[in-house]
Nanobody
Framework: QGQLVESGGGLVQAGGSLRLSCAAS????????MGWFRQAPGKEREFVGA????????YYVESVKGRFTVSRDSAKNTVYLEMSSLKSEDTAIYYC??????????????????WGQGTQVTVSS
């Protein structure tokens, strides 16, 4: 069984930046699309962004485009979420996710095989 462990969450002022990390203990890390979801209080979990197996292809929800960047380091089995120009509406629990993909550049993360436990991000206005 695989495991995803997020870190890097915390409290930040609006307009600030934060970087989340997700360490993946899954076999054949490069066989997986990696990405992030978030869940704000009283709302459903929503997709944030994802990166393909080879790292060449990324995809984001419209609300974070230009502000968030997903990247991966296959040597460290780690995926990152760089967040900048943070807004109060970005406050949520952020979850790392992994989905097996047979296509090298596939990027749609719609049915994860693994989830992390989540890390809280709070943006104060």
């Amino acid at each position: 069984q695989g495991q995803l462990v997020e870190s890097g969450g915390g409290l930040v002022q609006a307009g600030g930046s934060l970087r989340l990390s997700c360490a993946a203990s899954i076999r054949a890390f490069t066989n997986y699309i990696m990405g992030w979801f978030r869940q704000a209080p009283g709302k459903e979990r929503e997709f944030v962004g994802a990166i393909s197996r080879n790292g060449d292809n990324t995809y984001y929800v419209e609300s974070v485009k230009g502000r968030f960047t997903v990247s991966r380091d296959s040597a460290k089995n780690t995926v990152y979420l760089e967040m900048s120009s943070l807004k109060s509406e970005d406050t949520a629990i952020y979850y790392c996710a992994a989905q097996y993909a047979s296509v090298w550049r596939a990027v749609y993360l719609n049915s994860p095989d693994y989830w992390g436990q989540g890390t809280q991000v709070t943006v104060s206005s």
